[in-house]
């Protein structure tokens, strides 16, 4: 069975920290997604890594892939209270791709 | 363009009874996913359509869920008895293609209470 841990559970900071949410495996994906979810709303997509040691930007978000194709991180530099939400990570296997989610992490920026 | 719409957004039964969730995907796309969402958990994948074809539903508990895509477009998922265990948002998710690394869109879900 996949499964994807991730941490922290929960994060709690000020605004300007910095931050970095670990998505750990044991198991090899054919990508790994980051998505940011909402109360009450549905996850949205941030970003798709597909190789392994790929790094992505996305404004102040940086996004990477273990070489090995089994972890990823996401880092925020100087986080801001929008970033506010659950982070989940989710991995791609098959050739249905489909995805496994993880537990995800709660983050709260504070002004 | 719409989104993924789903409806009821709220729904409170108590066990042994039934219910139905409505999906429409967004415009064109083939592909359509129900996950469930307990609380404290990420998504967990429940059934996959490609077009009204099933691709996936080896998550589905059969013996109480179901779930149809007539004419590849809109989808409904039933869950009759539910169970306290059934207490969960439930997420509709479309996609342009099946495979690769396609986005999911996701809709806004159906929180279900079961009591």
């Known amino acids: 069975t996949q499964l994807l841990e991730q941490s922290p559970q929960f994060l709690s900071i000020q605004e300007g920290e910095n931050l970095t949410v670990y998505c750990n495996s044991s198991?090899?994906?054919?990508?790994l997604q980051w998505y940011r979810q909402e109360p009450g709303e549905g996850p949205v997509l941030l970003v798709t890594?597909?190789?392994?040691?790929e790094v992505k930007k996305l404004k102040r978000l940086t996004f990477q892939f273990g070489d090995a194709r089994k972890d990823s991180s996401l880092h925020i530099t100087a986080a801001q209270p929008g970033d506010t939400g659950l982070y989940l990570c989710?991995?791609?296997?098959?050739?249905?791709?489909?995805?496994?989610f993880g537990a995800g992490t709660r983050l709260a920026v504070h002004p | 363009e719409a989104g993924v719409a789903q409806s009821p957004r709220y729904k409170i039964i108590e066990k042994r009874q039934s219910v139905a969730f409505w999906c429409n995907p967004i415009?064109?796309?083939?592909?359509l996913y129900w996950y469930q969402q307990i609380l404290g958990q990420g998504p967990k994948l429940l059934i996959q359509?490609?077009?009204?074809?099933?691709?996936?539903d080896s998550q589905l508990p059969k013996d109480r869920f179901s779930a149809e895509r007539l004419k590849g477009v809109d989808s409904t998922l039933k869950i009759q008895p539910a169970k306290l265990e059934d207490s969960a948002v439930y997420l509709c998710?479309?996609?342009?293609?099946?495979?690769?690394?396609?986005?999911?869109?996701f809709g806004p879900g159906t929180r279900l209470t079961v009591t």
């Open positions: 998710a479309s996609s342009v293609g099946l495979g690769g690394t396609y986005e999911q869109y």
């Open positions: 198991s090899v994906f054919s990508s």
């Open positions: 890594v597909v190789t392994g040691g």
């Open positions: 989710a991995g791609g296997s098959g050739g249905y791709n489909k995805l496994i």
């Open positions: 415009s064109g796309h083939a592909t």
């Open positions: 359509f490609q077009n009204n074809g099933v691709v996936d």
